[in-house]
């Protein structure tokens, strides 16, 4: 998990974005929550889609909570329940 924090806040700052602790927290309740190993390019590909969405939205850049729920959809999909 030290890793992967580390890797996230590197990421958020190398994009001059503020770094919010709760939104890393957030992101480690779900991976716990799906059960989902932690993997050190994710950070990346979660920031990279939370700004490709808020160009798409011509939104100023950033990252929100709701922006990290969207990416993660996204390159995750839905999460599986027993129905699915």
Same mark, same amino acid.
Not at 42 to 67: A, K, T, V
């Given at each position: 998990?030290?890793?992967?924090?580390?890797?996230?806040?590197?990421?958020?700052?190398?994009? @001059?974005?503020?770094?919010?602790?709760?939104?890393?927290?957030?992101?480690?309740? &779900? !991976?716990?929550?799906?059960?989902?190993? /932690?993997?050190? @390019?994710?950070?990346?590909d979660l920031i990279h889609r939370c700004l490709?969405?808020? &160009? !798409?939205?011509?939104?100023?850049?950033? /990252?929100s909570r709701d922006l990290l729920e969207l990416?993660?959809?996204?390159?995750?999909?839905?999460?599986?329940?027993?129905?699915?």
């Amino acid at each position: 998990m030290e890793h992967y924090s580390f890797r996230f806040r590197k990421v958020v700052e190398a994009h @001059s974005l503020e770094y919010d602790p709760e939104l890393l927290e957030f992101l480690l309740k &779900r !991976y716990k929550k799906e059960n989902r190993p /932690l993997r050190c @390019s994710e950070p990346r590909d979660l920031i990279h889609r939370c700004l490709d969405i808020s &160009r !798409y939205l011509n939104q100023p850049m950033g /990252l929100s909570r709701d922006l990290l729920e969207l990416a993660w959809i996204n390159y995750f999909g839905i999460e599986k329940t027993a129905n699915n």
